[in-house]
């Protein structure tokens, strides 16, 4: 119990150590204006109001709805900050570019490449287990 106490300590002393909260943009979406507009306005109007909206009028041209881009931020806690360092990629990397980087790393790391050492086998297995953690961990973080 006493390490995860340790983790967390290192956890406090690296954020307070760099004087902020880090923040990642993690995803962007489309959002119609016109869909939003829709929700808000239709929700008071009475039955005749709608249908008396929904009839199509004379000489009016629709304007197609606009879109502008939403965009989502994320805290970046310095566990996921030793996740990307390990991994080789910076916060801007693409879904590509982290797999890509995995699929390297666990190559280069693989035991089965050190099967004559025992020593570099056993590190090798550990390093292994930290790049798949902090695969996951950088995974879990993006789609969610």
């Keep these: 119990m006493a390490t995860m106490y340790d983790r967390l300590g290192d956890l406090l002393s ?3 150590e760099a004087g902020e ?6 995803e962007a979406k489309k959002v119609e204006e016109e869909t939003q507009r829709l ?3 239709g929700k008071g109007k009475s ?8 009839r199509p009028k004379k000489n009016s041209s629709k304007a197609k709805p606009k879109a502008h ?6 805290t970046i806690t ?9 991994l080789d990629i910076s ?6 570019e982290i797999k890509k980087s995995y699929k390297e790393k666990l190559k280069y790391y693989h035991p089965d490449r050190y099967e004559d ?3 570099l086998k056993k590190v090798a297995t550990d390093k292994t287990r930290q790049i798949v953690a902090a695969y996951k961990m950088i995974n879990d973080f993006l789609e969610k």
Excluded at 21 to 26: A, D, G, M
Excluded at 69 to 74: P, Q
């Design 14 to 16: 690296e954020t307070l």
């Design 21 to 26: 909260v880090k923040f990642i943009k993690v």
């Design 39 to 41: 929700n808000v306005e």
């Design 47 to 54: 039955q005749a109001e709608k249908k008396e909206e929904e």
């Design 69 to 74: 881009n939403v965009f989502i931020y994320k």
């Design 78 to 86: 310095p566990e996921l900050e030793r996740a990307y360092r390990l």
């Design 91 to 96: 916060f801007q990397s693409s879904l590509e």
């Design 117 to 119: 050492n025992e020593v």
